[in-house]
């Protein structure tokens, strides 16, 4: 038994509809086979695009796409994507598994992809092995509006109007792949980096790496830096930290002990939005520069027979239950994260969608970016939960999980409310409390649910998707059966 209290009128703060942002990396199958299969394939395509992919992504409504990498993205030039694709270079993606890259797919096909999907373009310069020349010309070759030669070139590529591209990234992971700097180097190069990254009158966003997980140091050192030698820079506009909470087990062979483990893994998200925040709020109390997540979810061992570097792993409901429950932190601290983008799109690490040439299918965590589509741009609203916890054995150690997790959101007269039940095998009521003098008139509910290791094939592409789940919802308060190892989102109409 569980009791939620939602008060509609205490407001945390618009969620960006941008927290459901994705991550597509030139990693393994993701870009080539995942998204990009060529305009001669015998896979449905558009321009090269595969059809069935882009139709799954429109349902999951990804508000932005962060491209092309990722550690990759310090070793791209952008250059060698752009031009006729038969006279593209082909260089060695030197970070996963050393396999040629052909530059098939570069700007102008990540921003088709983009508009056809109805998702904004993230761009990762490079910072690590690149020049501030080529990232600044990068920003040009994008958005500049009127008569140079780089905006000549896009227009020959196929984009005669400017791309209107406003997240730039400058550089990845600069701690690591990205060149292995210390945070006050990082700092300097992001400095000059940004000083040449012009918007050319256009909204242009500027995101800095931010630290590996919730590593306070690196915040704390790069802003201190930022602050005490540049005063008044003010071309920065995101903070961005990477959290992986990992495997326990694999992918899809895990006891129950173990299920319960890796849901705890990601429930440590919030510490990390609460004290990244906080350490930046040392520096800029005003918010002026966003948090956001770029890179987070979880990393088991790959599928047996995949190539090691290539990060394929399998996708159950384990995996839906970790991205439920971190979507409903970001909704929870919708006043302190701006955009999160889960890694990555599709066949690498906890992917939305999964291809097998021309087959493909839909996740469970697809799913749950399908189901909480309703909260992007939604008024985040308080939602206090009182649950028992549920305790696992860790090695020799206990530890707990929430019951019962979950966020609110208002959109007018429409509180959409996401829950999930951890328990693996037991189901748990709920009662809604709605306070402020509201009332529920009426609502519908859908569960995605299975036994933990439930997962979507290639032989079975629909043994997890979303069904209907009774609700009756009606008065101040209102009760709901939520089903073991679920993930629950409700629409309830207020009076
Ligand atoms: O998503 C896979 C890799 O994880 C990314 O390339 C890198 O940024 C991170 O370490």
């Given at each position: 038994m569980a009791q939620v209290t939602i008060d509609p009128q205490d407001e945390i703060g618009t969620i960006h509809p941008t927290i459901y942002g994705h991550f597509a990396e030139h990693l393994g199958r993701c870009i080539y086979d995942g998204i990009w299969v060529g305009e001669d394939s015998p896979i449905p395509n558009t321009d090269g695009l595969r059809n069935d992919v882009v139709e799954a992504l429109r349902k999951l409504k990804p508000p932005v796409i962060r491209w092309p990498g990722g550690c990759f993205a310090d070793d791209y030039h952008w250059q060698d994507g752009i031009g006729p694709r038969e006279t593209r270079p082909r260089r060695v993606n030197i970070h996963w598994g050393q396999v040629v890259e052909t530059n098939a797919f570069g700007t102008q096909e990540f921003v088709r992809l983009c508009r056809l999907?109805?998702?904004?373009?993230?761009?990762?310069?490079?910072?690590?092995?690149?020049?501030?020349?080529?990232?600044?010309?990068?920003?040009?070759?994008?958005?500049?509006?009127?008569?140079?030669?780089?905006?000549?070139?896009?227009?020959?590529?196929?984009?005669?109007?400017?791309?209107?591209?406003i997240y730039w990234g400058v550089g990845n992971e600069n701690w690591g792949c990205g060149g292995s700097f210390s945070p006050e180097d990082y700092c300097t190069e992001f400095r000059r980096y940004a000083t040449f990254v012009r918007n050319y009158g256009r909204r242009l966003y500027a995101i800095a790496c931010g630290p590996s997980g919730n590593d306070i140091e690196w915040t704390t050192r790069f802003f201190r830096k930022l602050y005490r030698d540049y005063r008044g820079f003010r071309n920065i506009h995101g903070?961005?930290?990477?959290?992986?909470?990992?495997?326990?087990?694999?992918?899809?062979?895990?006891?129950?002990?173990?299920?319960?483990?890796?849901?705890?893994?990601?429930?440590?998200?919030?510490?990390?939005?609460?004290?990244?925040?906080?350490?930046?709020?040392?520096?800029?109390?005003?918010?002026?520069?966003?948090?956001?997540?770029?890179?987070?979810?979880?990393?088991?061992?790959?599928?047996?027979?995949?190539?090691?570097?290539?990060?394929?792993?399998?996708?159950?409901?384990?995996?839906?239950?970790?991205?439920?429950?971190t979507l409903d932190i970001f909704n929870r601290h919708a006043d302190k994260v701006v955009m999160a983008n889960i890694a990555q799109t599709v066949n690498v690490l906890q992917a939305m969608i999964l291809t097998q040439d021309e087959k493909m299918l839909v996740t469970p965590t697809g799913c749950v970016y399908e189901m909480y589509a309703p909260h992007q741009g939604g008024t985040a609203v308080r939602a206090r939960i009182e649950t028992e916890a549920v305790t696992y054995a860790q090695g020799e150690d206990e530890g707990q999980v929430p019951l019962v997790a979950g966020s609110a959101s208002l959109k007018g007269k429409t509180l959409f409310v996401t829950l999930t039940n951890t328990h693996a095998k037991d189901e748990v009521a709920v009662t809604i409390h709605l306070l402020g003098g509201a009332a529920a008139v009426g609502g519908t509910a859908r569960v995605l649910t299975g036994e933990i290791h439930a997962h979507n094939t290639f032989g079975e592409p629909e043994h997890v998707c979303p069904e209907p789940l009774d609700i009756d919802a009606s008065g101040p308060s209102f009760k709901l059966m939520l089903p073991p190892a679920s993930v629950i989102a409700a629409e309830v109409a207020l009076s």
């Open positions: 999907v109805g998702a904004q373009p993230y761009i990762c310069g490079n910072v690590g092995s690149g020049t501030v020349r080529e990232l600044r010309e990068w920003v040009e070759y994008c958005n500049y509006d009127g008569d140079s030669t780089l905006a000549r070139q896009r227009a020959v590529d196929g984009s005669p109007e400017p791309m209107e591209v903070y961005s930290a990477h959290y992986y909470c990992g495997t326990a087990g694999t992918a899809t062979e895990y006891t129950v002990d173990q299920w319960y483990e890796l849901i705890a893994k990601g429930l440590k998200m919030e510490r990390l939005v609460v004290q990244q925040r906080a350490a930046m709020d040392a520096y800029d109390p005003e918010r002026a520069i966003g948090l956001i997540v770029d890179e987070w979810g979880t990393w088991h061992p790959v599928e047996k027979g995949t190539h090691p570097r290539f990060l394929y792993q399998q996708n159950t409901i384990r995996d839906a239950l970790v991205a439920a429950t």
